[in-house]
T-cell receptor, first 113, second 114 residues
């Protein structure tokens, strides 16, 4: 079985400062891991995915995430926040197939001017 | 050139009514899904469907039923609506249902049951 925990329900940063959104996972399988972003009144958009290739994954809009098996973590980072990054972010783990996909509770990112 | 489109965007209705939400994808994907997002933003899969198999989350009441006229469409029918059905419903699709197939989501349908 899979599970995912997003360690912060809300993160607030100033524009131009680094972003760190934390995610820990649990999986009985070699997991596939994803980060999705949801802007207000929109659907979820894929930021990046990890599927057992390189442990440092680069995504869209300058985001990246590092898979650390020893820590069972898949934290999302960005060197410099932009106002348009303000949104809800979801960490997702998938097991055998997409029916086993589990979403984290989400982290709301606020970016202050 | 919308990839996954849902209609309507908003749906307000009374308890006991029957309603449908439509979903279409133009990505050529073979697997489609319905997700429910509650007021706390928690996402839960309701159904997944490809041309061979419908998989139903066992916690979904049988008042909810997916209907797929063809590979590009997966509509959601809800009978005898209840207050607790109020949520945002998302349609999604993927190419294959394997674990590393990312989902492409529609913009959601906000259902309010009064």
């Amino acid at each position: 079985a899979q599970s995912v925990t997003q360690l912060d329900s809300h993160v607030s940063v100033s524009e131009g400062t680094p972003v760190l959104l934390r995610c820990n996972y649990s999986s009985s399988y070699s997991p596939s891991l994803f980060w999705y972003v949801q802007h207000p009144n929109k659907g979820l958009q894929l930021l990046l995915k990890y599927t057992s290739a390189a442990t440092l994954v680069k995504g869209i809009n300058g985001f990246e995430a590092e898979f650390k098996k020893s820590e069972t973590s898949f934290h999302l980072t960005k060197p410099s926040a932009h106002m348009s990054d303000a949104a809800e972010y979801f960490c997702v783990v998938s097991g055998v197939n997409n029916n086993d996909m589990r979403f984290g509770a989400g982290t709301r990112l606020t970016v202050k001017p | 050139d919308t990839a996954v489109s849902q209609t309507p965007k908003y749906l307000v209705t009374q308890m006991g009514n029957d309603k449908s939400i439509k979903c279409e994808q133009n990505l050529g994907h073979d697997t489609m899904y319905w997700y429910k997002q509650d007021s706390k933003k928690f996402l839960k899969i309701m159904f997944s469907y490809n041309n061979k198999e419908l998989i139903i989350n066992e916690t979904v009441p049988n008042r909810f039923s997916p209907k797929s006229p063809d590979k590009a469409h997966l509509n959601l029918h809800i009978n005898s609506l209840e207050l607790g059905d109020s949520a945002v419903y998302f349609c999604a699709s993927s190419q294959g249902g394997t674990a590393n197939s990312p989902l492409h989501f529609g913009n959601g349908t906000r259902l309010t049951v009064t």
